[in-house]
């Protein structure tokens, strides 16, 4: 499992960015497209995920306790492994303050 909801808002929040999802056509996946480098898989499958600072937050603090929030979009394209990014503060799961799409792929240079 990627991620556990812990809270009727949580939920919610996770429902309503499923429904945005499915409407903007993205597809959560574990299978790696055929053309995509597998150290590439295997730096996202690392990067998938859901993170948070709760211990950092909790031992210091100048740090909040921020999630992020990380899952694979547009599984059949082959210019690399795309991800979607969420970043929210723990308490309000359902505002993200930062959203983005990240390609992850091989460099020419290296």
């Known amino acids: 499992m990627l991620w556990s909801v812990k809270s009727t808002t949580q939920r919610a929040a996770w429902v309503s960015a499923g429904l945005l999802a499915v409407a903007l056509g993205f ?11 597998p150290e590439v898989v295997a730096l996202a ?6 993170f948070d600072s ?6 210091d603090p100048q740090y909040f306790n921020v999630q992020l929030q990380m899952v694979r979009i547009w599984p059949d394209r082959a210019d690399g492994i795309w991800l979607y990014v969420e970043q929210a503060m723990s308490a309000t799961p359902a505002a993200p303050y930062r959203q983005r799409v990240y390609q ?3 460099r020419g240079d290296g």
């Open 54 to 59: 709760k211990q950092q937050s909790e031992t």
């Open 104 to 106: 992850v792929h091989r």
């Open 27 to 37: 597809a959560p996946s574990t299978r790696p497209s055929a053309t995509v480098d």
């Open 45 to 50: 499958k690392g990067l998938t995920g859901t």
